[in-house]
């Protein structure tokens, strides 16, 4: 079984994205009438999806994806927490009629009602909601819900604990994914995403959030940022800073992705990172999905990079499912409800 750890309903129904926008509006100018979410039917989400996400899926040969509202749109930064909070669950809600229809193909991960300056208590309950209500197995965390400013605290900061031991009572990982971006310094997916991957590994390094949360799991995509590349900087500043080794402090809890977009990266992250702590991701439809002049494949089809690494059978089963079910451990338990 191939699982894409990694994919985002980048093609949701017009109605959806109408809702933001007349949401937005209202924020901005109060006098306008507030927005009432549309009736989307099924047909308009079968249609958004088998064109799409389950084409792709079936041509590139994979089998499950593990599904969450689209990054960029999250914008955490946009509103207030009232907006974020009625955004996000009517995001989370669209995922769950998505599995609904397409329970072999995609599960969910949820959207956080995340707010510049609101405590992450307050995305608790959403957490909880999806994930005891409507069967998600994991979560979606920005790091930075300001869009590229940084003035919150680090994940190692004791204000994120209350939301940590939710996730570790509910035994479900988080993906590290910001927004977009309102630096104008920081492309959202060139730059502001790969930055807030590195970051977060570096939070991580300097931090002990391991020491008190053993069991927290973490999913930094797109390859890890830029960590893989400058591995041996990460293990030197470890050993300055009187840390553990990377692999006792850090990486018995942290994940990358394979969400790398050509060979000779996916080399590198295999050459550097235990196969243990890599699970398949595509991020298709997503950042990067034209075709790559060089190759004449699509530069977001990641499979083809991982089959041409030539893996033993072992090495190819974590990659493209075994670690994947371990690190979602809902998600494990309800392939095996199936008898998979």
């Not at 020491?211 to 300055?240: C, K, N, Q």
Request: aromatic share 10%; charged share 20%; hydrophobic share 35%.
């Amino acid at each position: 079984m191939i699982i894409d750890c990694h994919g985002h309903y980048t093609t949701a129904p017009k109605g959806h994205d109408a809702f933001r926008d007349a949401q937005l509006k209202h924020f901005a100018d109060p006098s306008l009438p507030p927005p009432a979410y549309p009736r989307i039917s099924d047909d308009e989400i079968r249609d958004s999806i088998e064109a799409n996400q389950l084409r792709l899926l079936r041509e590139r040969g994979a089998d499950m994806t593990i599904f969450s509202p689209r990054a960029s749109a999250m914008a955490h930064h946009q509103g207030d927490e009232a907006v974020s909070q009625a955004w996000t669950r009517h995001c989370n809600d669209l995922i769950a009629r998505v599995v609904g229809l397409y329970p072999e193909t995609f599960i969910g991960v949820c959207q956080l009602p995340q707010s510049p300056g609101v405590t992450i208590r307050h995305s608790i309950a959403e957490l909880e909601r999806c994930v005891d209500e409507l069967g998600f197995v994991g979560c979606n965390l920005n790091p930075d819900p300001s869009g590229g400013h940084w003035d919150g605290p680090p994940l190692t900061d004791r204000a994120w604990y209350p939301f940590f031991e939710k996730m570790v009572e509910l035994d479900v990982p988080a993906m590290v994914h910001v927004s977009g971006s309102c630096n104008a310094n920081f492309h959202a997916t060139g730059a502001h995403y790969i930055n807030a991957d590195t970051t977060a590994f570096m939070q991580f390094l300097q931090g002990d959030l391991f020491r008190d949360f053993p069991t927290l799991r973490f999913v930094i995509p797109h390859g890890g940022g830029a960590v893989p590349y400058h591995w041996g900087r990460y293990r030197g500043l470890a050993d300055m800073l009187g840390k553990p080794p990377l692999g006792e402090h850090v990486m018995r809890n942290v994940y990358f992705d394979t969400c790398v977009y050509h060979q000779p990266g996916i080399d590198l992250l295999f050459r550097v990172i235990d196969i243990d702590n890599i699970l398949f991701g595509s991020e298709m439809l997503g950042a990067v999905r034209g075709l790559d002049p060089t190759t004449g494949h699509y530069f977001d089809d990641t499979r083809r990079y991982i089959d041409s690494l030539g893996l033993s059978a072992e090495d190819a089963h974590k990659v493209y499912e075994g670690n994947a079910r371990r690190v979602y451990p809902r998600l494990d338990a309800q392939l095996k409800a199936r008898g998979k």
